[in-house]
């Protein structure tokens, strides 16, 4: 595997373990409307599906090598308009968040 992948998928592996984690204490919590929640991809893969903004933005943040707070900034603004927003471009393509 090629070490963009490798970092992916550890990313990944990561990201659903914290969110696993944290479900147990939103559950109390949980929105029927699910705002929030927003989608991460890398080119044509969805690595993340319906997480948290925060969670998102560490991830794709951390795949493009950029602070965490303007990632988050763009994911709450894709949040509310539903628009897709591109972080960056890798080699495996951009990595955009989407609502």
Known sequence: MSYVKKSVTALFVGAVLTAGAAAP???ANN?????GLVNV??????LLNNVDIGVA???AATICGVKVGPVAVLGTAVDASGATRTVCTTDQG??????
Request: proline content about 4%; charged content about 15%.
């Open 94 to 99: 951009p990595v955009t968040i989407s609502n």
């Open 31 to 35: 929105k029927t409307d699910q705002d």
């Open 57 to 59: 933005a560490q991830v």
């Open 25 to 27: 204490a939103t559950a």
């Open 41 to 46: 991809n890398v080119g044509d893969v969805n």
